[in-house]
């Protein structure tokens, strides 16, 4: 035989294997999303339609990257996770400012039933912090914390804009292999 037929039963060896593991992630994947459905993992879902060559418009790379921290709701809730350590840090370093408060009194007098006197007693109190050591500590900490969730959600947004663009890129390497793909089963053909 010839080394033609031994490049060709490698090549079906290659494509046996590729084929037992796409079998396989099927399985996983199936199992993934029926957990996500809700449905038993044990069943396998089969969804209905076929593989086919369909090119999909994928639309402008820079509108897709600048709607992203719009529409994931991991960005969305990690900017506002840095947005409430703001919030939180400006309280702390607000916490030298004076508190007031306003009270009210009001007071019955029985001491005979004709003549029943009312007393009342209305003001306002303020308070001023002084000599609170704590504070500055404190405040450090809120500020250490506030920097900490806005790195986070710029890593954040950082890895998911690089999903996007490399799925972006896995795709039209795909669609630039698929002529060569379809040449490949005309000529097994």
């Known amino acids: 035989l010839g080394s033609d037929y031994y490049a ?8 046996k294997t590729a084929r037992t593991m796409f ?19 044990e069943n396998i879902l089969n969804p209905s339609g076929s593989f086919a060559a ?20 991991d960005l969305i809730a990690a900017r506002l996770e840095a947005q409430n350590a703001d919030i939180a840090r400006s309280l702390e370093s607000n916490s030298l400012l004076p508190q007031i408060g306003i009270f009210a009194q009001l007071q019955t007098n029985t001491r005979d039933f004709s003549n029943n006197p009312l007393l009342n007693t209305v003001g306002v109190s303020m308070t001023v912090p002084f000599g609170d050591f704590t504070r500055s500590p404190r405040v450090k900490q809120r500020e250490a914390q ?3 969730a806005q790195e986070q959600a710029a890593a ?34």
């Not at 060709?8 to 494509?15: C, R």
């Not at 369909?54 to 790379?61: A, D, M, R, S, T």
């Not at 804009?161 to 000529?187: G, I, M, T, W």
């Open 8 to 15: 060709a039963q490698a090549a079906l060896s290659s494509i």
């Open 23 to 41: 079998e396989n992630d099927i399985l996983s994947q199936s199992a993934a999303l029926a957990v996500r459905l809700g449905r038993n993992p």
């Open 54 to 73: 369909f090119i999909y418009n994928i639309g402008n790379e820079q509108e897709k990257l600048q709607k992203l921290s719009q529409t994931r709701g």
């Open 146 to 148: 506030k920097l900490q």
């Open 156 to 189: 954040l947004a950082d890895a998911a804009a690089a999903d996007l663009l490399r799925y972006r890129r896995e795709y039209e390497s795909a669609k630039a292999a698929l002529p060569a793909a379809r040449e490949a089963v005309e000529n097994a053909q």
